[in-house]
DNA sequence: CGGGGCTGTCACCGTTCTGTCACATGGCGC
DNA sequence: GCGCCATGTGACAGAACGGTGACAGCCCCG
């Protein structure tokens, strides 16, 4: 497989060559910007696979650039990570509307950032778009986020989505609580392992009418399972 | 499961006390060293399963202790929390190479420090691979965790699965009661021998209605055997 | 600023599991 | 056949575990 390009957009120099750094000595391809022109001119030369871009930029602010990239049909395909100083919930939010794909607060490892930037681009990755996931007649279509059972069609809320995204994409295997608050929730949220069973009971309860909640099993002492087997 | 050890490496008494007080309170197993000398020491007789580690250290700072413990072979795989009083982003940028695996600013309430812990922990290992046990017939499926017969699946509790894939993967073999209590319920938990029967008893049961539970042999006077052979 | 959707936590509850006991059973040497 | 001792077995109380309804905080949308 061809390196993956990373375009780091930081105007801060120690940061930004620390992170070319990180990344280069993992095998990314990274390529550096200074600003929002710098980073135009460097995604026209090497479409980028993955944008790592600071909040805070010198003149179009990293957020504003983020929509800007969004919006725009060449580059809307690309990821965006934010790298963030702050951790205010606000600019949490903010960052997320403005379409990154994923956001880390600094300080942040340099393993954490590998990990992130893997994750992100494995969500892209192969397989393309619209895949559609299906199991006894369950059917959930990541292309259009919807999930059905035969003309129905199933509301989840957004977390339980993902649950049931990763467990149709992952079945036949126990996870945990706690691995499933790191696959689904993400490594850096801190929420009760509890947590877990409420949303499981959620997506239970969304499925039950349609006789699928029978594929999500609780495994006693060890998590739940994702299982078309009773 | 054993309670994970904590190794709290802060020079102030008070909150190392604070710390240790929250930390033992919820189940970890903690112990304190006041200085990187003592850490040394600290690890070398416990290893521990995370470290939290002050940014301000007598003698050898916190930030280049870290560093030392992220380059030796011995202690890099254990994950590091830095507990820093200040904000600034030079210090921020200094904890970026320092390998340090998640930070906390002060003050933190005692909550979050565990919460933080909890999900440094649990990125480790997302466990290995499934592997599936089979004899005569009877399968044990690691990865799902489930036991089948055919196309039936057999219902066992967590210990008696537990004392089960201890079998199958040990098979032709007598282990003691002693020997069993070890290697299934962990080494340092306090039951009687007999209790063995018992579970040798239920999983017996739960195997019966399959004609597997010839597997499970009692060997006299000298403890219990999986094998295929009769 | 009030309503509605979503999330994370709790407290409470029923179920399941666990470790022990007491007693039954059974092999073995004499 | 007799006793002895190891093992099998049913019962049980307490603990552990997971299910569930309720609720408060949050944000978004009128």
Redesign the pocket.
């Known amino acids: 497989m061809n390196a993956k390009r990373i375009l780091v957009v930081e105007d801060e120099q120690p940061i930004r060559e620390m992170i070319s750094f990180a990344l280069g000595s993992v095998g990314f391809a990274v390529e550096e910007a200074a600003d929002s022109r710098q980073a135009q001119t460097a995604i026209a030369n090497h479409r980028p696979d993955l944008i790592l871009l600071d909040w805070m930029l010198p003149g179009v602010s990293g957020i504003d650039y983020a929509r800007r990239l969004k919006k725009d049909e060449l580059t809307r395909e690309i990821p965006i990570i934010m790298l963030t100083a702050r951790a205010e ?2 600019d949490k ?1 903010q960052g997320l ?1 403005s379409g990154a794909d994923d956001y880390i607060t600094k300080p942040f490892s340099p393993r954490e950032l590998v990990a992130r930037i893997k994750a992100v681009l494995r969500r892209g990755g192969p397989g393309g778009e619209g895949e559609v996931l299906e199991a006894s007649g369950l059917k959930l279509d990541t292309a259009s986020h919807r999930v059905t059972s035969g003309t129905a069609t199933i ?8 649950l049931l995204e990763f467990f149709m994409s992952h079945p036949e295997r126990v996870y945990s ?1 706690s691995q499933l608050l790191d696959r689904v ?1 993400g490594s850096n ?4 392992e ?2 877990v ?6 997506l ?2 969304a499925l039950e009418p349609y006789g699928h909640d029978v594929l999500i099993q ?7 399972r994702f299982s078309t087997r009773l």
Chains 1, 2 share one sequence.
């Open positions: 919930e606000e939010i509307d509301e989840i809320g957004p977390t339980e989505y993902r609580r929730w949220v801190y929420v009760e509890r947590t069973d409420v949303h499981i009971r959620r239970r309860k609780t495994v006693r002492g060890a998590g739940y």
